[in-house]
């Protein structure tokens, strides 16, 4: 069954460096995503992703964050200068169509920031 | 602002023991409104989309429904492979999605 892969599973940096988080989405989906979650916390949007541009982004993705299709495999989230708030799961997910709700999600990537 | 309420937080259930789990909403215009299950240390993994007031979904042994105010998860004869947090999420027009916070569901053998 196809599913979505995160690498890695858990990165630990320390505060004000860069961390890139990498995806591969389901092979013949077009829409992707980026959420996090903080510990014992709600599912956030973070960013959607179409036709190599975002397409929506939430008041948490500011200009510390970037996303990228670098080829045509991979979709990356890039957090610069880190801060210690930084550090939550990230989940990549992606879609066949937008809005259909079934959006299939990796097993996320745990940052920690120390 | 849309607003996505789930109750109880927790649940625990024995097995067999059917019951239900709660999503209240407030949206302006809903396009959709999504159960998921999630598993500690994994990501949600998808179940239902609901449309409209009236519509039902079945899965197994859950069922959802949906209403103007609120969704229903009913869960029936459940087992322990059924324990995980349980979200909801909607989507207003326009919008990407807002996840409530989940309820926790343990089902004892």
């Known amino acids: 069954e196809p599913e979505v892969t995160q690498t890695p599973s858990h990165q630990v940096t320390q505060m004000g460096q860069e961390v890139i988080l990498r995806c591969v989405p389901i092979?013949?989906?077009?829409?992707f995503y980026w959420y996090r979650q903080i510990l014992g916390q709600k599912v956030e949007f973070l960013v959607s992703?179409?036709?190599?541009?975002?397409?929506?982004k939430s008041e948490i993705f500011d200009d510390q964050f970037s996303v990228e299709r670098p080829d045509g495999s991979n979709f990356t989230l890039k957090i610069r200068s880190t801060k210690l708030e930084d550090s939550a799961m990230y989940f990549c997910?992606?879609?066949?169509?937008?809005?259909?709700?079934?959006?299939?999600f990796g097993e996320g990537s745990r940052l920690t920031v120390l | 602002e849309d607003q996505v309420t789930q109750s109880p937080e927790a649940l625990r259930l024995q097995e067999g023991e059917s019951s239900s789990l709660n999503c209240s909403y407030t949206?302006?215009?809903?396009?959709?409104l999504f159960w998921y299950r999630q598993d500690p240390g994994k990501g949600p993994e998808f179940l239902f989309t609901?449309?409209?007031a009236g519509e039902e979904k079945e899965k197994e042994r859950l069922k959802a429904t949906l209403t103007k105010k609120e969704s229903f998860l009913h869960i029936t004869a459940p087992k322990p492979e059924d324990s995980a947090t349980y979200l909801c999420?909607?989507?207003?027009?326009?919008?990407?999605?807002?996840f409530g916070p989940g309820t926790r569901l343990s089902v004892l053998p």
């Open positions: 997910a992606s879609s066949l169509a937008p809005n259909t709700g079934e959006l299939f």
């Open positions: 092979s013949n989906h077009l829409y």
């Open positions: 992703f179409y036709n190599n541009e975002i397409s929506e």
């Open positions: 949206v302006s215009g809903l396009r959709g």
């Open positions: 609901l449309y409209s």
């Open positions: 999420a909607v989507q207003a027009y326009g919008q990407n999605f807002v």
